[in-house]
């Protein structure tokens, strides 16, 4: 998810009153929360956009076990350094190192918690694993969550000013949302069964909750070698079939040259689970176009990329 939600995330996490238990806490979740996207500076991303990185760094063999406590500790060197400098901490609380190193892991695994819960999927075991796990739960930037716990943080805050009660507003939001994403996953699951019911070769199945209007579902499947859609809404009719399903087109001899030519094409089949190529033939160029069936189809996916190779032939 968008990283605003992550900051929210691990800022509602403190305001509900993890924030006590230590000077720097709150940083830990914050940072914490947002430590994972950290593989977008060192080039280990399987495609170039930010949307798509999702590898080591958000797995939880791999980056969740080791970076909290890296980040507890560059925290704390920083606490270091501002007592040596005399600094007062407006906060008055103590430096526990135990509740530091604890929070910056609460808040770096709500990081591939909340990626789980989208169509771009998140590699949880990586590097044991390069399978890509999803559920299809919420849009990658869901407003309904932005509102809840950004008014929960901000009457918080004034509570916390006028010196009033004010852990029991986060601590309601969170459960909001933990509900929200429950009603959210149960939809998805229902989308589910219903492509299996429709479809029984249905594999690879993917329901993406679209912007704003999060329980409704855009389903795309795999039938072979072939990619089928449909649309599920469960106030508005259920299951609708989306028409013909269409080729994936990636035995294609000239996709497969595309794909051994371009580096870039390797890295965005690592990532897509859906591949899905059209091919455009010129006088004397070739234009393979390869998508994500989860984003639109072929070159019309919002994330397809385009390679071109010369088509030898008269005049060219």
């Not at 933990?178 to 199945?205: E, G, T």
């Not at 009719?237 to 028409?243: E, L, P, Q, S, V």
């Not at 089949?269 to 639109?296: F, H, M, N, T």
């Amino acid at each position: 998810m968008d990283n605003l939600t992550h900051s929210l995330v691990g800022w509602s996490l403190g305001q509900a009153g993890l924030k006590t238990k230590t000077r720097k806490g709150l940083a830990g979740l914050i940072l914490g929360a947002n430590m994972p996207d950290i593989d977008v500076f060192f080039g280990h991303a399987p495609w170039d956009p930010l949307a798509i990185h999702r590898g080591f760094t958000h797995s939880l063999l791999g980056g969740v076990l080791v970076m909290p406590p890296i980040l507890a500790g560059l925290l704390w060197l920083l606490d270091r350094w501002q007592v040596r400098r005399g600094a007062e901490f407006r906060s008055g609380l103590p430096m526990r190192v135990g509740w530091l190193v604890f929070l910056s892991y609460l808040g770096t695994l709500t990081h591939p918690f909340l990626d789980l819960l989208t169509t771009y999927s998140v590699q949880l075991f990586s590097p044991l694993s390069s399978a890509w796990y999803h559920s299809d739960t919420l849009f990658i930037i869901d407003v309904w969550i932005w509102l809840v716990l950004a008014i929960a943080i901000g009457i918080s805050k004034r509570r916390e000013r006028e010196g009033r009660e004010w852990r029991r507003i986060p601590q309601t939001a969170i459960a909001i949302v933990l509900v929200y994403i429950s009603a959210n996953l149960a939809i998805s699951q229902a989308a589910y069964a219903a492509v299996r019911s429709a479809d029984p070769q249905a594999q690879s199945i993917f329901a993406s909750p679209p912007p704003v209007l999060s329980w409704r579902r855009d389903l795309v499947w795999r039938d072979g070698g072939n990619y089928c859609r449909a649309a599920y809404d469960p106030f508005g009719g259920g299951f609708r079939a989306g028409g013909s399903c269409a080729p994936s087109n990636m035995q294609d001899p000239l996709v497969r040259e595309a794909v051994r030519r371009d580096a870039r094409l390797q890295k965005f089949l690592k990532w897509s689970v859906l591949p899905q190529a059209e091919v455009s033939r010129g006088r004397c160029v070739v234009r393979v176009s390869i998508g994500d069936a989860r984003y639109g189809e072929g070159r019309r996916s919002r994330l397809a990329r385009e390679s071109v190779m010369p088509a030898p032939g008269p005049g060219c």
